[in-house]
Nanobody, 127 residues
Framework: QVQLVESGGGLVQAGGSLRLSCASSERIGSYATGWFRQAPGKEREIVAA????????YYADSVKGRFTISRDGAKNTVYLQMNSLKPEDTAVYYCAVDYYSEYPSKVSREQYEYDYWGQGTQVTVSS
């Protein structure tokens, strides 16, 4: 059982930045990871993903060029750096682990591929 704990959410003005952290109870460098978000009244959607090897990434078009996913293996932590935030980025953000990812360079984009989820952290961007 992998436990994930997100932190770093909060209230920020449009144009500002936040860095979300996701601390894992196991070696984060052994699994593909992803960040998702769910806005009120909307479906949960993928924001960014990182392959097991750390060499491949995926970003939703809505965040490309503004958000960056990374990890620190020594700290077993995955990050989501969010810059140039917009009101439409307001959502609960979740990190997730694809525990059974078979290929080192595979980026997992679908929710069903992920086996463990954090509890979420709220990000609110004011205009």
């Amino acid at each position: 059982q992998v436990q994930l704990v997100e932190s770093g959410g909060g209230l920020v003005q449009a144009g500002g930045s936040l860095r979300l952290s996701c601390a894992s109870s196991e070696r984060i460098g052994s699994y593909a990871t992803g960040w998702f978000r769910q806005a009120p009244g909307k479906e949960r959607e993928i924001v960014a993903a990182l392959s097991w090897s750390g060499t491949s990434t995926y970003y939703a078009d809505s965040v490309k060029g503004r958000f960056t996913i990374s990890r620190d293996g020594a700290k077993n932590t995955v990050y989501l750096q969010m810059n140039s935030l917009k009101p439409e980025d307001t959502a609960v953000y979740y990190c997730a682990v694809d525990y059974y990812s078979e290929y080192p360079s595979k980026v997992s984009r679908e929710q069903y591929e992920y086996d463990y989820w954090g509890q979420g952290t709220q990000v609110t961007v004011s205009s």
